[in-house]
T-cell receptor, first 115, second 111 residues
């Protein structure tokens, strides 16, 4: 079974540019989560999809961030326009079961550097 | 948002030593998970705890779900060089459907 895959693994952009991160969850996992880790800080929740629906987007920093999961398969996270404080590692995770009854499987992360 | 206080922030130990790290919060959690992240990889689940007081082992790793449901600890016995990495605790907050993570404990093991 293929794991959670994320693309790109690393992106370096200038302030004001746009970046789109992609996540392919494990096949059959309805739950898809985006998290972000800034250096030395906690892994912070951004949002949660159940299939194509946004279940919880309370962690999204502001309206420069847009996440989509059309068709309930892969998801994209777009940052437009990027700011310096957006730098960090963006993790995607998926699970079969909701909440704490199932394991969260993480991708390798997409490292975003905004200059 | 909720905050999990994870300590220590980093540890430098000698191979063969035992290690202990913990997470505490002022909130009650239903589930505690412990993850390990190797460099360039995503976090991988080590141990999951679902009941207050539960003590679970996975090889040299032992974790406990605190009886108050507000804390958890992870012990690693007889550390080896491949234990190097960042360890994260994660808690599922009571009545919520998302995990909150600690800031990580970076473990360094000297051969």
């Amino acid at each position: 079974e293929a794991g959670v895959t994320q693309f790109p693994s690393h992106s370096v952009i200038e302030k004001g540019q746009t970046v789109t991160l992609r996540c392919d969850p494990i096949s059959g996992h309805d739950n898809l989560y985006w998290y972000r880790r800034v250096m030395g800080k906690e892994i912070k929740f951004l949002l949660h999809f159940v299939k194509e629906s946004k279940q919880d987007e309370s962690g999204m920093p502001n309206n420069r961030f847009l996440a989509e999961r059309t068709g309930g398969t892969y998801s994209t996270l777009k940052v437009q326009p990027a700011e310096l404080e957006d730098s960090g590692v963006y993790f995607c995770a998926s699970s079969r079961d909701r909440g704490g009854t199932g394991e969260l499987f993480f991708g390798e992360g997409s490292r975003l550097t905004v200059l | 948002g909720q905050q999990l206080n994870q300590s220590p922030q980093s540890m430098f130990i000698q191979e063969g030593e035992d290690v202990s790290m913990n997470c505490t919060s002022s909130s009650i959690f239903n589930t505690w998970l412990w993850y390990k992240q190797d460099p360039g990889e995503g976090p991988v689940l080590l141990i999951a705890l679902y009941k207050a007081g539960e003590l679970t082992s996975n090889g040299r790793l032992t974790a406990q779900f605190g009886i108050t449901r507000k804390d958890s600890f992870l012990n690693i016995s007889a550390s080896i060089p491949s234990d190097v990495g960042i360890y994260f605790c994660a808690g599922l907050l009571y009545n919520f459907n998302k995990f909150y993570f600690g800031s990580g404990t970076k473990l360094n093991v000297k051969p």
